[in-house]
């Protein structure tokens, strides 16, 4: 279980932050809770307001899963532009503490953006720097975004490498045919390993 809302900021006392730029050959970074937004140098021609505004995920859309929960959701806005020339980044600071202590830093954690047309959450690459505990996305757009990890999960890798499975073991254990969370996840590991075997060889991609 869970919500989305345990480690990002407080939407509802949170108006947000809005700063107006003007266009520098440098680049520009404004920066509202545990999110900051870089811009890079010429990208502006005139001046712009940069808008950050907290936001609870599952309010803008439902999430594709449950029991995540959040390292911070935003809405964030560049005067009335959403598509760029240039790539901007994003970047979430975010407490390790707070993270699995059952997985990898970085692993078990998700950047979706919401997709107007399609009007769903849709999965975004980042990279993380463990180093300096933040995760960093490379993008062209500006929407809602929003950041999410699993609290207590560890994970499994199939035997065949296709998929990663993650389990919380805290969860009562489903069905009476494993033993253990880790056999559960074995299980599951090898169903979708013959299942992806199957869909390939028929074509699909």
Not at 72 to 99: C, H, I, M, R
Not at 133 to 141: E, F, I, Q, R
Not at 166 to 194: C, E, I
Request: negative net charge; aromatic residues 10%.
């Amino acid at each position: 279980g869970g919500g989305d809302d345990y480690v990002g900021p407080a939407p509802a006392n949170d108006t947000g932050l809005q700063v107006v730029l003007e266009p520098k050959v440098t680049a520009q970074t404004v920066s509202h809770d545990n999110l900051s937004l870089t811009l890079p140098g010429g990208l502006l021609t005139d001046v712009a307001t940069v808008s950050i505004v907290p936001k609870q995920a599952s309010a803008i859309s439902p999430m594709p899963t449950t029991g995540m929960q959040s390292l911070g959701t935003f809405e964030v806005k560049l005067g009335n532009t959403s598509q760029f020339a240039q790539n901007l980044t994003l970047e979430w600071s975010y407490d390790p503490t707070k993270l699995s202590p059952d997985l990898p830093e970085g692993k078990g954690i998700v950047v979706c953006y919401y997709d107007e047309t399609l009007q769903r959450w849709v999965e975004a690459p980042f990279t993380v720097d463990t180093e300096q505990n933040k995760l960093m996305v490379s993008t062209d757009h500006l929407s809602a975004w929003t950041a999410l990890f699993w609290p207590y999960h560890a994970s499994m890798p199939s035997q065949k490498k296709y998929f990663e499975v993650y389990y919380n073991s805290r969860s009562q254990l489903p069905g009476k045919d494993s033993s253990s969370w880790t056999d559960f996840a074995t299980m599951v590991g090898n169903d979708l390993d013959t299942a992806y075997e199957k869909y390939a060889a028929m074509g699909f991609t």
